[in-house]
């Protein structure tokens, strides 16, 4: 029995491509076919997967069923938590897909899944992503204060529902905790944050998170160990679309 992760599958069975990376990028080719093909290798029926957001290109559920068919039909458990290209899933409607696909998926959002004897706490996340100023040398100088300060709202926002994940696994009992983002938990200047702050106050032993993929952006944010958790980015590009083992 395992505990895996992944994110930023981009699926488009059914919705228009227009991501030029993704469109172009050789490690991108026939991705979903080398997933596919990895998760048969690596996942069992016992096992549990959980895919971090960016899931569908889709614009709306109608416009995501293959794409989620696909996931449905990959072996092991599967818990999927939101990213920001995930325009199907309305916060406020997560338990209307958990009706939908209920045993096939579980929609993870303001709650927590359980594995073994850990809490699976998570929620979107965000963080300012710029624009940065740059000096001749591509030193960072400045950003956009405006753009910080409307990142702040939106990161404050993530933090309550991660608050509330974690804070339902703790009235149950639970006492570890692995926690997963879709965005980094900071940004590119790698400082601490609410996210990082917060995987502290709970004791999450791990955090895991997708969102930067390309390879120029591999390196945005925290990967190994900071500040006593360990960091892991999971973009399905990243882990070449092997499945990372989080946890056996
Ligand atoms: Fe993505
Ligand atoms: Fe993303």
């Known amino acids: ?126 963080t300012f992503e710029g624009p940065f100023y740059l000096d001749r040398r591509g030193r960072i100088t400045g950003w956009d204060e405006k753009e910080e300060a409307h990142a702040g709202k939106l990161v404050e926002r993530e933090l309550q529902r991660l608050r509330t994940s974690f804070e339902l696994a703790g009235a149950d009992g639970y006492r570890k905790f692995i926690m997963f983002l879709h965005y980094p938990p900071t940004n590119i200047l790698e400082e601490r944050s609410g996210f990082t702050d917060m995987a502290e106050e709970y004791g999450a032993e791990q955090v895991i998170y997708a969102h930067c993929h390309g390879e120029s952006r591999f390196h945005d944010s925290i990967q190994g160990e900071y500040r006593g958790r360990q960091y892991h980015l999971v973009s399905g590009d990243f882990l070449q679309w092997k499945p990372w083992k989080v946890l056996d």
């Not at 709306?60 to 449905?72: G, M, R």
């Not at 290209?85 to 997560?94: G, N, Q, R």
Request: aromatic residues 12%; neutral net charge; contains cysteine.
């Open 1 to 126: 029995m395992a505990l895996y992760a992944i994110g930023d599958l981009h699926l488009h069975f059914q919705s228009e491509l227009k991501a030029p990376g993704q469109l172009h990028g050789r490690v991108w080719k026939n991705h979903e076919e080398k997933f596919r093909k990895n998760c048969a290798k690596q996942i069992t029926g016992e096992d549990t997967l959980v895919l971090v957001g960016d899931h569908s290109w889709g614009r709306n559920l109608a416009e995501c069923e293959e794409d989620l068919q696909y996931i449905c039909d990959l072996p092991g458990r599967k818990i999927l938590t939101r990213g920001n290209h995930d325009m199907f899933w309305d916060v406020k409607k997560t338990e209307r897909l958990n009706d939908l696909y209920r045993p096939r998926l579980s929609f993870l959002q303001n709650s927590y899944e359980t594995y073994q004897d850990y809490a699976l706490v998570g929620t979107k996340g965000y």
